[in-house]
């Protein structure tokens, strides 16, 4: 079964910190990526997509895929606390058309 | 406005019954999934559908039994079968084409089921 690995965290960073968020998947036909963010008791919503290797910036957001490594990151600059939340990785599976998403990183970010 | 739309919010099953989780989208995406989600837990796919007449199972689907009769609408049954209903179940649906963004899952708000 193809999978999605994150760490489930809690990850804690003070606020105006860097949070870096870590991914990795199995399926190596994977190529696109998307990063949701998910406040406690509702539904997900996406925060960044990536298909090419290297990095791609959007505001306070970057996103890193590294294909040879099968890993996918996401860096969050200048954290705020409403930036604590959980966040989720996901490949679309080629196969499927559908998303594989992992379990989740729960971020916190301290006043 | 654009969206999705999941009823009910909550919903409350007996031991034995079946229950029916309604998805309505109106974005004209052609493919639409079902997810259950779990405390703690990522997001595991029920069943999905690229075209109306038309849907798979995903990797958790015993138990469940869904329908796509029109684009609009995806709705999962939940039976008795299903040994431990109690979950957020999440719909969702994209342009399905492609690999580029435009296969982003948008998300309706979810129906918190639970088994009294």
């Not at chain 1, 105006?16 to 990526?33: E, K, M, P, V």
């Not at chain 2, 690229?50 to 609408?73: C, L, M, P, T, W």
């Not at chain 2, 939940?78 to 040994?83: F, G, I, N, P, R």
């Amino acid at each position: 079964q193809k999978e999605v690995e994150q760490n489930s965290g809690p990850l804690s960073v003070p606020e105006g910190a860097i949070a870096s968020l870590n991914c990795t998947y199995s399926d190596r036909g994977s190529q696109s990526f998307f990063w949701y963010r998910q406040y406690s008791g509702k539904s997900p919503e996406l925060i960044m997509f990536i298909y090419s290797n290297g990095d791609k910036e959007d505001g306070r957001f970057t996103a890193q895929l590294n294909k040879a490594s099968q890993y996918v990151s996401l860096l969050i600059r200048d954290s705020q606390p409403s930036d604590s939340a959980t966040y989720l990785c996901a490949s679309l599976d080629t196969g499927r058309r559908a998303l594989t998403f992992g379990s989740g990183t729960r971020l916190q970010v301290q006043p | 406005d654009g969206g999705i739309t999941q009823s009910p919010k909550y919903l409350f099953r007996k031991e034995g019954q079946n229950v029916t989780l309604s998805c309505e989208q109106n974005l004209n995406h052609d493919a639409m999934y079902w997810y259950r989600q779990d405390p703690g837990q990522g997001l595991r796919l029920i069943y999905y559908s690229q075209i109306v007449n038309d849907f798979q199972k995903g990797d958790i689907a015993e138990g469940y039994s869904v329908s796509r009769e029109k684009k609009e609408s995806f709705p999962l049954t939940v039976t008795s079968a299903q040994k431990n209903p109690t979950a957020f179940y999440l719909c969702a649906s994209s342009i399905s084409t492609g690999t580029g963004k435009n296969t982003e899952a948008f998300f309706g708000q979810g129906t918190r089921l639970t088994v009294v």
